[in-house]
């Protein structure tokens, strides 16, 4: 088990989590970073005595540094920053908790110094695809998945003889919208989007569980973590969100990881394995919920689930396309620029439009290609 990491978006969902498992299990934390928060970066410094922090806003940046310069913290800024964060000496590894693809560079910055991977940020993998995992073989270090489905999977797969899986069947809860028609979903408004039913998440992956994107990305993020094809990942949609996932094998068993929904468990998984340690989780009883329910996902109505495989099925930069598409359009969402049907369609639009380019981008093209998307979009608007 790690003893010291650097917890990269430390003041999102995901990031104060893992500071609660920190704090649990005495793991060290040597790093820390936001994009502007500086009020819960201050808290978390005078709490943690991280050596460096960075702030990835100049001005957020200058303001923390006078504010915290009675401690030892040193605080840097930008994303030359954000990648000296990642590779801080002391850390083995590295949780990376930043929404979208901002989390890619820091990611490949931290497997080339040698550090482990606790992986939320599942944009680094859509995007990054080959290039990270081929980097995690290349360096040697070790990649787990922090998404709750993806920790579930690799939970299963611990039981799992080489060669016996048949599928994995990634479960979803199906989001604020579960249920209603292409009709009903002209008029919903970012406030209702943003009402997930049993996770408590930052805005842009809350918006993603209703447009059932993020179970599109989370195909992608399987596919790449555990080497599946496409048509042997299966989504069922699960209400109650306390099936995390479950794999089939060629003889038809089925093994799945249950649990009270709380990012805490995978979380610390990730950080814990192999060992298994108290959790302030709550006990999963499950004669006090007594009913468990699955569907098939609507399709049709849901679009994303069907964009995302036809990316991953081309490869190369699709995935990166429709994550940026996917991206700039939440944007517009939140800021009541688009309607909820409007990013599928911008999804839709960017993937259509895209005209192929390598089958196996370095990072440089993945970045420019994720910039020219977002471009267009905006440019549209
Ligand atoms: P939040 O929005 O709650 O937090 C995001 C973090 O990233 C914050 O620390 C934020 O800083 C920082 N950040 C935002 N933009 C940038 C940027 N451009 N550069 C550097 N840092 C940035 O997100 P979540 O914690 O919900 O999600 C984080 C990742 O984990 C996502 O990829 C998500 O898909 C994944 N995930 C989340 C789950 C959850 O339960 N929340 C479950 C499974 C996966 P600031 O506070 O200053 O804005």
Redesign the pocket.
């Known amino acids: 088990m790690t003893e010291n990491i650097s917890v990269l ?7 104060k989590q893992t500071l609660d498992v920190a704090r649990m299990h005495n793991i060290r934390v040597w790093a820390l ?5 500086t009020e819960v970066l201050e808290r978390q410094i005078r709490e943690f005595k991280p050596k460096l922090v960075c702030v ?1 806003d100049e001005e957020c940046a200058k303001k923390l540094k006078i504010s915290v310069s009675d401690t030892e913290t040193k605080i840097v800024s930008g994303t030359k920053g ?1 990648q000296e964060a990642a590779c801080v000496d002391e850390a083995d590894t590295v949780v990376n ?4 693809i ?2 890619l560079v820091p990611t490949l910055t931290a497997i080339k110094a040698g550090k482990n991977i606790a992986l ?4 680094t993998l859509v995007a990054g695809g080959k290039t990270v995992t081929d980097a995690v073989k290349k360096f040697g270090v070790k990649l787990y998945p ?3 489905e993806h920790s579930a999977i690799f939970q299963c797969l611990r039981g799992c003889p080489k060669g016996a899986l048949k599928k994995i069947i990634l479960t979803a809860s199906g989001g604020a919208f579960f249920g209603k028609t292409k009709e009903e979903l002209k008029n919903v408004t970012a406030e209702s989007a943003l009402k997930h039913p049993n ?1 408590n ?5 809350t918006v993603d569980s209703a447009t059932m994107m993020n179970k599109g990305l989370e195909i992608i993020e399987a596919s790449r973590l555990f080497d599946v094809p496409d048509e042997d990942i299966d989504v069922l949609i699960h209400r109650e969100s306390i099936i995390h996932s479950m794999i089939q094998l060629k003889d038809n068993a089925v093994i799945a990881q249950l649990g009270c929904p709380d ?1 805490r468990i995978p979380i610390q998984y990730a950080l814990t394995f192999p060992e298994r340690l108290e959790s302030p989780v709550k006990e999963l009883d499950l004669s006090e919920i007594s009913k468990l329910t699955f569907y098939k996902p609507d399709y049709e109505t849901f679009e994303c689930i069907g964009i995302c495989r036809s990316a991953l099925r081309k490869g190369g930069l699709y995935p990166a396309v429709v994550n940026a598409a996917n991206e700039a359009a939440v944007e517009l969402f939140l800021k009541k620029k688009i309607s909820f049907p409007e990013i599928a369609e911008t999804v839709k639009k960017s993937f259509d439009e895209f005209k192929g380019g390598s089958l196996n981008p370095s990072p440089e093209e993945i970045i420019y290609t994720d910039a020219e998307t977002r471009k267009h979009i905006f440019f549209d608007r």
């Open positions: 978006g430390s003041t999102g969902s995901i990031g970073s936001a994009n502007r928060n990835v954000l908790a930043i929404v979208g901002a989390g939320a940020n599942k944009e922090v998404d709750s996770w998440m930052g805005a842009k992956i990012m």
